[in-house]
């Protein structure tokens, strides 16, 4: 059975991002994935969000699964002895197995009435109708309503209760797994072909390869054709400087350049 700890959102190498959803109350991924480097990177960001909320719903049915073995087990003490250094009994202590006991009770007792519908659509368990037999409910099913629009390199949204909640900043764990599924569409070391068809504009391009300044030829020649260009490396922000200054580069270019933005 597949838990929320095992529902990650990208595989092959961070180059596919799977498209969880719902099937009669379990996590499936029923779609094709997306694929980085193709996808926009709003329908990346949008489906992050479906998967998070689909696996904050598996999380859920895992505590009940969890709470449900451990409230049928025998009810431990409530109290077990404590002893000094020298083995002489000062006093009880709560147990903290009767505490997760007692937890485990109040989490059954509290489940809300979506999170019991969704597991009685998981173990086919839905209520029927006594006189004929068929299903008195409809089965579980999560529908997510249109994204709103978000920034999706900076921003993000909640499901909360079936909607959308207010938009949000990325926490850092999310920045970090969106940067990392970028790098893969858009890498920071890569190829000078690469550099030059997506980094460079056709004008900027012409400049730079036909200038007949010393200075440039010698940076075009060590930049661009060398096996890979790094916009990591000092030498390659040294190398558009050099751009720059002889007016082929606007600071504003050189600066989208480095940030790795591809041009439209």
């Known amino acids: 059975m597949i838990r929320a700890t095992d529902m990650i959102d990208a595989y092959k190498g961070d180059s596919l991002v799977y498209r969880?959803?719902?099937?009669?109350?379990r996590p499936r991924c029923a779609d094709h994935p997306?694929?980085?480097a193709t996808a926009s990177l709003a329908d990346i960001a949008g489906q992050l969000a479906i998967n998070r909320a689909i696996?904050?719903?598996?999380?859920q049915?895992?505590?009940y699964d969890d709470a449900v073995l451990l409230a049928s087990r025998p009810e431990p003490d409530a109290t077990v002895p404590l002893f000094d250094d020298a083995g002489a009994h000062v006093g009880d202590q709560p147990n903290p197995a009767h505490a997760a006991w007692a937890a485990a009770g109040a989490l059954l007792a509290n489940a809300p009435a979506e999170l019991l519908h969704l597991i009685r659509t998981r173990d086919d368990a839905l209520e029927t109708d006594p006189a004929t037999g068929l299903l008195a409910?409809?089965?579980f099913e999560l529908v997510p309503p249109p994204l709103p629009?978000?920034?999706p390199a900076t921003e993000t949204v909640d499901l909360v209760a079936g909607a959308w909640s207010d938009v949000r900043p990325l926490t850092a764990e999310e920045a970090t797994a969106c940067r990392a599924l970028m790098l893969v569409r858009w890498p920071r070391v890569m190829t000078p072909r690469d550099a030059i068809v997506y980094l460079l504009t056709p004008a900027e391009w012409l400049a730079i390869s036909t200038s007949s300044d010393p200075e440039v030829r010698a940076t075009r020649q060590a930049a661009l054709g060398a096996n890979t260009v790094d916009?990591?490396?000092?030498?390659?922000?040294?190398a558009l400087q050099v751009f720059q200054m002889a007016g082929l580069l606007s600071s504003e270019r050189a600066?989208?350049?480095l940030a790795g933005e591809r041009r439209a």
């Open 34 to 36: 997306a694929d980085v």
């Open 255 to 257: 600066k989208a350049i």
């Open 149 to 151: 629009t978000f920034d």
């Open 137 to 139: 409910e409809a089965p």
């Open 61 to 63: 049915v895992d505590a």
């Open 231 to 238: 916009l990591d490396n000092p030498a390659t922000a040294a």
């Open 20 to 25: 969880w959803s719902l099937v009669d109350g």
């Open 55 to 59: 696996r904050a719903l598996q999380a």
